[in-house]
C-alpha cells in the first residue's frame, strides 16, 4: 500500500534537474540588437488610424504620452505574404474595444513580422474572439522578443489565445466570421537563442475564456446538427530566452492548444517558463476534449521537448503538467536538459490527462 501512494505521489509532481544540451532549432532570423537608426518612426499620440505594414523595413512604434492611462484604440497590421517587417515597440497601450472585431497585433494573411518590445512596458488586449497577438494563418512566422528590464502584457479576448490563435467561426451568416482566420497559433518563437541575455525580458500572455496563454484560440463551427466546438491547434512553439508568464483561459493550456485543440511540436531550450493551464487544461500541450481521445488520433499531446531553462508547469483539475488535458492522452515528451517541475491534478505529471495514458 504505502509503494502505491509512493508511486502516486510521483507521478502527480515530478521535478528534473538535468544537463543542458547544446541543441538548437534553425537560425530565427531575428536581430540581436536594437539599431541605431529605424527606418519608419511612428508616435500613437499622433495616430487616429490603423498601421498597416506591408514591407520589411524596420519600425519604432512608441507613445511619447508622459500619461499612464492613455490608450490608443487602433490596430497595427502586418499584411502580405512577402512582409516581414523588424518592429520595435515602447510604450505602447494598445486596448481595442471589445466589440472591435480585431485584435491588437495581427499577422494578415501569410505575414511574417518581428516584435521587439524595448524600453519602457507595453501592454496589449485583443476584442472578443480575437488574441491581443494574433496570428492568422499557420503559413509565416511570427517573433516575439522583451529586451532584458522590459515587460509586454497580452491578454486575449472570449475564445482567443493571448498570443496566437483567434477565435474561428466557419460559419458565414455568424457576425464573428472572417474568412483569414483560424483558431491555430502556428510557427511562433519566443525570445533569442544567439543573444538571450540581451533578450531576457519579460512576456506575460493570458489567454480569454476556452483560448491558451500561448498558442491556439477555440475553432467554432455552426452546422446543421448545431453549434458545436473544434478547437485550433497550438504547435511550432519555440522558446529561447526570457520569462514566459502563460496562463489559459478556462478548458485550455496555458502553452498548447484551445479548447478542443491539440498542443504539440513545441520547443523549450531556455528562458524561464511558467505555463499554467485553466480548468481542466495542461500547463503545456493539450487543451480539453469532452470525449475520450484516441492514442493514436492527431489530438494527442506530443512531440514536447525541452533542453534547457527553467520550466514549471501545472496542470489543472483532470490535467498534466506536461502533457494531455481533461480526455487527452500524450506521446513523445523529450527532457534532456535543464529544470523541469510538473504538477498534474488527477492527470499525470508529465504524460495524459485524467482517464488517458501517456
Partial sequence: MKKRILSILLLCCMVL??????????????????????????????????????????????????????VWTKKIQINGKKAAPHIFLDNVNIQVKKDAKTPAIELHGKASAYLYFINRDSKLTGATGRAAIQKNRSEGQL???????????????YRAAGIGGSWAIRNIGDSMFNMDMYGHGVNMHFGSQSNPDYWGG????TGGEYGAGIGAGSWGHSGYSGNTIHGGA????????????????????????GFQGRGSHIYIYGGNIDAQGGDAGAGIGGGVWTTKQDMDGINAA????????????????NAAGIGGGQYVPARNITITGGHV???G??????????????
Avoid at 508616435?43 to 507613445?63: A, E, V
Avoid at 519579460?202 to 500572455?205: G, H, L, V, W
Avoid at 497550438?234 to 492548444?257: H, W
Avoid at 491534478?345 to 501517456?358: E, L, N, P, Q, S
Fill in 17 to 70: 534537474t538535468l544537463l543542458p544540451t547544446t541543441a538548437f532549432a534553425a537560425e530565427t532570423g531575428a536581430m540581436d540588437n536594437i539599431p541605431a537608426k529605424f527606418d519608419v518612426e511612428i508616435d500613437l499620440c499622433n495616430r487616429t488610424s490603423d498601421i498597416n505594414i506591408k514591407d520589411s523595413k524596420t519600425y519604432y512604434i512608441y507613445s511619447s504620452s508622459s500619461d499612464p492611462d492613455f
Fill in 345 to 358: 491534478h488527477y492527470g499525470a505529471a508529465i504524460g495524459g490527462g485524467r482517464w488517458c495514458h501517456g
Fill in 202 to 205: 519579460t512576456i506575460n500572455a
Fill in 234 to 257: 497550438g504547435e511550432r512553439l519555440y522558446f529561447y530566452s526570457g520569462t514566459v508568464n502563460a496562463r489559459g483561459g478556462r478548458l485550455a493550456a496555458g502553452i498548447g492548444g
Fill in 302 to 317: 506530443s512531440d514536447i521537448v525541452i533542453s534547457g531553462g527553467r520550466v514549471s508547469a501545472r496542470g489543472q483539475y
Fill in 341 to 343: 517541475s510538473a504538477t
Fill in 143 to 157: 517573433y516575439v522578443l522583451a529586451r532584458t528590464g522590459t515587460t509586454v502584457t497580452c491578454k486575449g479576448g
